[in-house]
């Protein structure tokens, strides 16, 4: 038996099963500490992870764009070394690690005219070029008659 408040051999830290009190009250509050911690971890790496993808993200479209762009650029280029030049299945044009389909159709949309379309691919996200361009028969200079992106 356990002995009364006052007596040899009490503690007050043990209560009356035996059991002690302040190391219930220590385990609790470690896991409530512990808890905290863990939760502000996860948060912590979430937005780390989030950050790192959402700028991985943007550099890959920066640079599927300026390959749509050096592809469209490069068809002008062709455009002007020979006005009658036409690709419609599609050729690549390299851009540093990126690379372009383009495609040059003749008298499209209307006659006299030339369709270019350049897409490009990088990490997920493809951006496309559409650029219509006319030439002046008696000058032989080309014109951009739009440059468009499309979405």
Known sequence: MIAPAGAKGYNKNVDHKGFFKKGQAFLA???FIGGILAIAGILIAFFALSYIDTGYGAAASFRADAAATAGAEDALLQLDRNAAFSNTSGYAVNSGSASATVTVTQNSPSAGQVAILSASTVGG????ISAVVSEDPTTGQVSVVSWTEIQ
């Not at 996200?125 to 496309?128: D, E, G, P, S």
Request: proline share 0%; no cysteine.
């Open 29 to 31: 509050l470690t896991f």
């Open 125 to 128: 996200h493809t951006k496309k």
